[in-house]
């Protein structure tokens, strides 16, 4: 990279990398998040100019290329073994007295046991080169492109790493993640993870890595496993050396001279382990020298070096005072426990979804009874058995309703799946909750108006759809409780500002099943106004790179379901009309669909699509008999041949140009 441009690109990755380690390894950051997106736009648009310079290694490249077909499989380099577990403090001194006659002089290195995915990652001339999760110890699955997503995980080392160096360590998620992923997964109605480590193994499953990449995923590395060169005596050692190369090592690692040290340690985590912003299930006990390991080997599946520390998940005993029946936006009933409160897990619970009425089934769970609670993810509580010798004699069973609770109507249970909901169309509690939803920060974000305004606005019938509220006057406001002339006026302002939201946010706030904000930001992007979504038919939405058919399936019967689009036609006619970006430069590509392939040189991906979309054109991700032109850069690869074979139309860079008039 002799260039100027050459130069400038290496700089930047040297920063980003540096920052990197600073933020991830050191855990003591030198700039601002804003700083560093700084420094990383100006290399993307850098790289997006020069093309050619772009390395698989550039900090660029996290997130990059397609989805994958399938998972393959790989050999371990050496079996990955699991770990023997204990749950008490007399078992680990059972191991240690297995450990005393091998051994003469040895000590403990004590690790939190990080619950996450167990991953192996392998870098070949400091570069990463695969990441592969445990499978059955001797096989694992190659998800190299999901973990090149993950930000702790350094795709080049520093300071002159080994030809090769092979290490293990864990994938995990942290509990914010956790709680936020499982969050918005509750908004779309689609099913929770139970805890982190699930959620971490869900992520890395992905075929897509753009999908893992949102997963806020992170990384500590914990044991060395094969290098080219002699690398450390100890582990303790061995794991400076990973932070030195820039590999994320956990900070609370403790050394121990003898096993009630250790004893010592695990108690004190046991009780501090909420405090963390991860989850840990237990210790791990390791002896510290690598040669003493050697000697002690392994017996079956574990090696005899090496103990967990197992912890009990905190649980509570607790009352269940009453049942509630939840209404939810889509109409789903879902029963929620309350309780006498009770401290678990450092927080005071009141109250914990059943879920649905299987699971009340499953569990046998009824108003009265005494029940034993856990935290998923020590983050959600949840019931998980019910204590039947407390359970008072007229305990009945708790029945599914037949009838909605809030408005009476009969209610249906899904046929593919555990849901029963609430039929209504006009069902006032599912309103309310479209309206909150509507109304919500992500959504059109509505400010001042809160909860309270909507149920009373439901309640007096007042609004029956989302256009009702466009229609709201001072006069109407004043008149609900507890509202003066200045909080209703600024009620309507919130609403009118709403007005000109951006595309997207209405398309999320309609509540249209599996579309949340970034899918409609997807959709906004390709289709540009509402009459262009009720046009578009299936197939052009299964097209589509990031939709696939159940999401598409999704969208074309909300734009096909005469209600809603009544809704829409209110909504327009109230005033309601989302910004669009104006992008557009012309119609030159009016009805033509192309399929881009292999590398440009003028134009990223991103670039390229915006470019045929300004001219009225149509993106498409795989070639068919539809397809007018499939645009070639260098080395284009299955499509080309596609095309080829249908007899599409194959231009270059330079005629895409020129139909552009460029
Ligand atoms: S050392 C021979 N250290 O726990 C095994 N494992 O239940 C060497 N784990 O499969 C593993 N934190 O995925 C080690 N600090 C830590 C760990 C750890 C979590 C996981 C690992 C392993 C599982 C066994």
Same mark, same amino acid.
């Given at each position: 990279?002799?260039?100027?441009?050459?130069?400038?690109?290496?700089?930047?990755?040297?920063?980003?990398?540096?920052?990197?380690?600073?933020?991830?390894?050191?855990?003591?950051?030198?700039?601002?998040?804003?700083?560093?997106?700084?420094?990383?736009?100006?290399?993307?648009?850098?790289?997006?100019?020069?093309?050619? !310079?772009?390395?698989?290694?550039?900090?660029?490249?996290?997130?990059?290329?397609?989805?994958?077909?399938?998972?393959?499989?790989?050999?371990?380099?050496?079996?990955?073994?699991?770990?023997?577990?204990?749950?008490?403090?007399?078992?680990?001194?059972?191991?240690?007295?297995?450990?005393?006659?091998?051994?003469?002089?040895?000590?403990?290195?004590?690790?939190?046991?990080?619950?996450?995915?167990?991953?192996?990652?392998?870098?070949?001339?400091?570069?990463?080169?695969?990441?592969?999760?445990?499978?059955?110890?001797?096989?694992?699955?190659?998800?190299?492109?999901?973990?090149?997503?993950?930000?702790?995980?350094?795709?080049? !080392?520093?300071?002159?790493?080994?030809?090769?160096?092979?290490?293990?360590?864990?994938?995990?998620?942290?509990?914010?993640?956790?709680?936020?992923?499982?969050?918005?997964?509750?908004?779309?109605?689609?099913?929770?993870?139970?805890?982190?480590?699930?959620?971490?193994?869900?992520?890395?499953?992905?075929?897509?890595?753009?999908?893992?990449?949102?997963?806020?995923?992170?990384?500590?590395?914990?044991?060395?496993?094969?290098?080219?060169?002699?690398?450390?005596?100890?582990?303790?050692?061995?794991?400076?050396?990973?932070?030195?190369?820039?590999?994320?090592?956990?900070?609370?690692?403790?050394?121990?001279?003898? %096993?009630?040290?250790? %004893?010592?340690?695990?108690?004190?985590?046991?009780?501090?382990?909420?405090?963390?912003?991860?989850?840990?299930?237990?210790?791990?006990?390791?002896?510290?020298?690598?040669?003493?390991?050697?000697?002690?080997?392994?017996?079956?599946?574990?090696?005899?070096?090496?103990?967990?520390?197992?912890?009990?998940?905190?649980?509570?005993?607790?009352?269940?005072?009453?049942?509630?029946?939840?209404?939810?936006?889509?109409?789903?009933?879902?029963?929620?426990?309350?309780?006498?409160?009770?401290?678990?897990?450092?927080?005071?619970?009141?109250?914990?979804?059943?879920?649905?009425?299987?699971?009340?089934?499953?569990?046998?769970?009824?108003?009265?009874?005494?029940?034993?609670?856990?935290?998923?993810?020590?983050?959600?509580?949840?019931?998980?058995?019910?204590?039947?010798?407390?359970?008072?004699?007229?305990?009945?069973?708790?029945?599914?309703?037949?009838?909605?609770?809030?408005?009476?109507?009969?209610?249906?249970?899904?046929?593919?799946?555990?849901?029963?909901?609430?039929?209504?169309?006009?069902?006032?509690?599912?309103?309310?909750?479209?309206?909150?939803?509507?109304?919500?920060?992500?959504?059109?974000?509505?400010?001042?108006?809160?909860?309270?305004?909507?149920?009373?606005?439901?309640?007096?019938?007042?609004?029956?759809?989302?256009?009702?509220?466009?229609?709201?006057?001072?006069? $109407?406001?004043?008149?609900?409780?507890?509202?003066?002339?200045?909080?209703?006026?600024?009620?309507?302002?919130?609403?009118?500002?709403?007005?000109?939201?951006?595309?997207?946010?209405?398309?999320?706030?309609?509540?249209?099943?599996? $579309?949340?904000?970034?899918?409609?930001?997807?959709?906004?992007?390709?289709?540009?106004? %509402?009459?262009?979504?009720?046009?578009?038919?299936?197939?052009? !939405?299964?097209?589509?790179?990031? %939709?696939?058919?159940?999401?598409?399936?999704?969208?074309?019967?909300?734009?096909?379901?005469?209600?809603?689009?009544?809704?829409?036609?209110?909504?327009?006619?109230?005033?309601?009309?989302?910004?669009?970006?104006?992008?557009?430069?012309?119609?030159?590509?009016?009805?033509?669909?192309?399929?881009?392939?292999?590398?440009?040189?003028?134009?990223?991906?991103?670039?390229?699509?915006?470019?045929?979309?300004?001219?009225?054109?149509?993106?498409?991700?795989?070639?068919?008999?539809?397809?007018?032109?499939?645009?070639?850069?260098?080395?284009?690869?299955?499509?080309?041949?596609?095309?080829?074979?249908?007899?599409?139309?194959?231009?270059?860079?330079?005629?895409?140009?020129?139909? $552009?008039?460029?």
């Amino acid at each position: 990279m002799k260039s100027a441009a050459g130069q400038k690109i290496k700089s930047l990755r040297e920063q980003i990398r540096k920052h990197d380690y600073l933020y991830y390894v050191l855990n003591q950051p030198q700039i601002s998040d804003q700083q560093y997106d700084k420094l990383f736009s100006e290399l993307k648009n850098l790289e997006q100019q020069r093309p050619e !310079l772009i390395t698989p290694d550039s900090p660029t490249q996290r997130v990059s290329g397609k989805p994958i077909e399938g998972f393959e499989q790989v050999t371990h380099s050496s079996e990955m073994l699991s770990i023997d577990n204990t749950y008490s403090a007399d078992e680990l001194r059972a191991f240690d007295n297995r450990v005393a006659k091998k051994l003469e002089k040895y000590s403990y290195v004590v690790e939190l046991k990080i619950d996450g995915v167990a991953m192996s990652l392998r870098y070949e001339n400091g570069i990463l080169v695969l990441g592969a999760t445990r499978g059955d110890g001797t096989k694992g699955d190659d998800v190299t492109h999901n973990i090149k997503t993950i930000k702790a995980i350094p795709l080049k !080392l520093q300071d002159n790493p080994p030809d090769v160096l092979e290490v293990r360590g864990e994938v995990y998620m942290p509990k914010k993640s956790f709680a936020k992923l499982n969050e918005e997964k509750e908004k779309q109605g689609e099913p929770l993870f139970a805890n982190p480590r699930n959620a971490a193994a869900g992520s890395l499953k992905q075929l897509d890595p753009k999908i893992t990449a949102k997963r806020n995923l992170s990384f500590f590395a914990y044991s060395l496993v094969q290098t080219s060169k002699p690398f450390a005596k100890t582990h303790s050692e061995s794991l400076d050396k990973f932070k030195k190369l820039g590999l994320p090592v956990n900070p609370n690692i403790e050394k121990a001279e003898n %096993i009630e040290q250790v %004893i010592e340690i695990c108690n004190q985590w046991e009780k501090k382990r909420f405090e963390l912003d991860y989850q840990i299930d237990g210790m791990v006990i390791k002896i510290d020298r690598l040669d003493q390991r050697e000697s002690l080997g392994a017996t079956g599946r574990a090696p005899r070096w090496c103990i967990s520390y197992k912890f009990a998940a905190e649980q509570a005993k607790t009352k269940i005072t009453s049942i509630d029946i939840q209404v939810g936006k889509t109409g789903i009933l879902t029963p929620v426990a309350n309780f006498e409160p009770v401290l678990l897990a450092g927080t005071t619970v009141r109250r914990a979804s059943l879920h649905n009425f299987d699971e009340i089934d499953r569990l046998d769970v009824r108003e009265g009874d005494t029940v034993m609670i856990e935290k998923a993810g020590e983050i959600i509580p949840q019931v998980i058995e019910v204590k039947k010798e407390y359970r008072p004699k007229d305990a009945k069973p708790f029945k599914p309703p037949s009838k909605c609770p809030e408005c009476g109507s009969k209610v249906q249970k899904d046929e593919d799946g555990v849901y029963i909901r609430c039929a209504s169309a006009s069902c006032p509690a599912q309103l309310k909750e479209k309206l909150r939803y509507f109304a919500g920060r992500d959504q059109m974000d509505i400010e001042n108006l809160g909860p309270a305004i909507i149920d009373q606005l439901v309640d007096k019938e007042i609004v029956k759809d989302f256009s009702d509220l466009y229609k709201l006057d001072v006069n $109407i406001l004043v008149n609900l409780d507890r509202m003066a002339q200045k909080s209703a006026q600024n009620v309507l302002n919130g609403i009118k500002k709403s007005k000109s939201q951006p595309l997207a946010r209405l398309l999320a706030a309609l509540g249209i099943r599996h $579309i949340g904000i970034q899918n409609a930001e997807i959709l906004a992007q390709q289709f540009g106004t %509402i009459d262009a979504l009720k046009k578009a038919t299936a197939e052009e !939405l299964t097209e589509i790179e990031q %939709i696939g058919p159940v999401l598409a399936k999704s969208i074309y019967e909300y734009f096909h379901n005469s209600d809603n689009l009544k809704i829409l036609d209110k909504l327009i006619a109230a005033g309601v009309n989302p910004k669009q970006k104006q992008t557009k430069q012309s119609d030159k590509l009016a009805g033509k669909t192309f399929v881009v392939t292999g590398t440009l040189e003028n134009f990223s991906r991103t670039q390229i699509e915006q470019a045929i979309k300004d001219n009225g054109g149509k993106v498409s991700s795989s070639v068919s008999k539809k397809t007018d032109y499939v645009l070639a850069g260098a080395e284009a690869g299955s499509k080309l041949d596609k095309a080829n074979q249908l007899g599409v139309k194959i231009i270059d860079e330079k005629q895409f140009l020129k139909m $552009i008039g460029k």
